[in-house]
T-cell receptor
Framework: KAGVTQTPRYLIKTRGQQVTLSCSPI?????VSWYQQTPGQGLQFLFE???????NKGNFPGRFSGRQFSNSRSEMNVSTLELGDSALYLC??????????????FGPGTRLTVT | ELKVEQNPLFLSMQEGKNYTIYCNYS?????LYWYRQDPGKSLESLFV?????AVKQEGRLMASLDTKARLSTLHITAAVHDLSATYFC?????????????FGKGTHLIIQP
């Protein structure tokens, strides 16, 4: 079974621009979560989508948004980029069963550099 | 607010030695995860602990969970250089994934010959 894929893997943008990152979950997984990893703040939860609905969002400004499509693929968008948005953005997919959420499988990440 | 604390944050040890990484969390949860991250790479799942008293072992790594003490440990036996990495514990507070995982700051482990 193919793992979680993320595109692009690397991205360089300038301040004020916007960026869209893409994530394809493991086949059959309907939950997709996004995380931001920086040296200073560590790993922080951005948002989670399940069946095209955002179920929860972390403590990030409204410049960070996302969506999920009917095939469970997800995109996240960051508008008006700031230098502090430079980070590794990780997508994780999981299967939701009767017992709740199961293990989250992480993609390779997108390394975003804002100059 | 759920807080997850790992210690130590940095650990340098010699090959062949044993050591334990501790993960404390602040609220009730019975789902705890351990991940490994190599430099520049993503997170690799090591263990999923889903109940009090759960113990899992893979090679030289063993993880355990005590939900009453809100503590998980990752024990390394007879360390080898290949285990050098950053190790994260993470908690899924409500067990439904929607609230995301709350991660500890990670333990940067260096194993020297």
């Amino acid at each position: 079974k193919a793992g979680v894929t993320q595109t692009p893997r690397y991205l360089i943008k300038t301040r004020g621009q916007q960026v869209t990152l893409s994530c394809s979950p493991i086949s059959g997984h309907r939950s997709v979560s996004w995380y931001q990893q920086t040296p200073g703040q560590g790993l922080q939860f951005l948002f989670e989508y399940f069946s095209e609905t955002q179920r929860n969002k972390g403590n990030f400004p409204g410049r960070f948004s996302g969506r999920q499509f009917s095939n469970s693929r997800s995109e996240m968008n960051v508008s008006t980029l700031e230098l502090g948005d430079s980070a590794l953005y990780l997508c994780a997919s999981s299967w939701i069963g009767a017992g709740g959420s199961y293990e989250q499988y992480f993609g390779p990440g997108t390394r975003l550099t804002v100059t | 607010e759920l807080k997850v604390e790992q210690n130590p944050l940095f650990l340098s040890m010699q090959e062949g030695k044993n050591y334990t990484i501790y993960c404390n969390y602040s609220t009730t949860s019975d789902r705890l995860y351990w991940y490994r991250q190599d430099p520049g790479k993503s997170l690799e799942s090591l263990f999923v602990l889903l109940s009090n008293g759960a113990v899992k072992q893979e090679g030289r790594l063993m993880a355990s969970l005590d939900t009453k003490a809100r503590l998980s440990t990752l024990h390394i036996t007879a360390a080898v250089h290949d285990l050098s990495a950053t190790y994260f514990c993470a908690v899924d507070q409500l067990g439904r994934g929607a609230d995301g995982l709350t991660f500890g700051k990670g333990t940067h482990l260096i194993i020297q010959p």
